[in-house]
């Protein structure tokens, strides 16, 4: 457990609203990451963190912007929600374990767009 | 990162040691092999990882073979709350503090179904 929170843990939204996502971890990781989940995908990687104010892109960005204002939180928006975003979200941090690091995951936010 | 095969599915009767396999025969030498796994509805979890020898943690042992082309994935003594899909995962590892995003590609795993 590497005290990392996902709110809401549940939404329903429609097309064409702006939603925002949260993960709060409490043990200063540097790196933090958004991820979604769909079947027959896999995870796949939308946006990451390397410090506060600093982002960068994954392989399924567009749609999708991010913002790290503090250490603690990583914010992903949908800042106009569509059905093909519907999807589990989960946001994860690198922890150093045995000299490597190792990625840590939240619960998910289950996400429909009607 | 190195591609990884794994079964789609396998069962383990409750109590019995629950040996998953992955192949991996393109791996390179600094590529890692991480073990994840997802119990259903639930965030991934990790399991263990290792570069060449085996290791061994609380949750589970990773045995890797000499030519590292090929791990295995051994939960002792299995539960019920072992059912989860598994994931074999290569990668390598920059380091926490190199500026490179580690990002972790996800196959389709193992499904174990472990059962009395």
């Known amino acids: 457990d590497a005290g990392i929170t996902q709110s809401p843990r549940h939404k329903v939204t429609e097309t064409g609203t702006p939603v925002t996502l949260r993960c709060h971890q409490t043990e200063n990781h540097r790196y933090m990451y958004w991820y979604r989940q769909d079947p027959g995908h896999g995870l796949r990687l939308i946006h990451y963190?390397?410090?506060?104010?600093?982002?960068d892109k994954g392989e399924v960005s567009d749609g999708y912007s991010v913002s790290r204002s503090k250490t603690e939180d990583f914010l992903l928006t949908l800042e106009s929600a569509t059905s093909s975003q519907t999807s589990v979200y989960f946001c994860?941090?690198?922890?150093?374990?045995?000299?490597?690091?190792?990625?840590?995951f939240g619960p998910g936010t289950r996400l429909t767009v009607l | 990162d190195a591609k990884t095969t794994q079964p789609p599915s396998m069962d383990c009767a409750e109590g019995r040691a629950a040996n998953l396999p992955c192949n991996h025969s393109?791996?390179?030498?600094?590529?890692?092999v991480y073990w994840y796994r997802q119990i259903h509805s639930q965030g991934p979890q990790y399991i263990i990882h290792?570069?060449?020898n085996n290791e061994t943690n609380e949750m589970a042992s990773l045995i890797i073979t000499e030519d590292r082309k090929s791990s295995t994935l051994i939960l002792p003594h299995a539960t019920l709350r072992d059912t989860a899909v598994y994931y074999c995962i290569v990668r390598d590892s920059p380091g926490i503090n190199t500026g490179t995003a580690s990002k972790l590609t996800f196959g389709t795993g193992t499904r174990l179904q472990v059962t009395l």
């Open positions: 963190s390397y410090g506060v104010k600093d982002t």
């Open positions: 290792g570069l060449k």
């Open positions: 393109t791996i390179s030498g600094n590529e890692y």
């Open positions: 994860a941090i690198s922890a150093t374990r045995a000299s490597t690091d190792t990625q840590y």
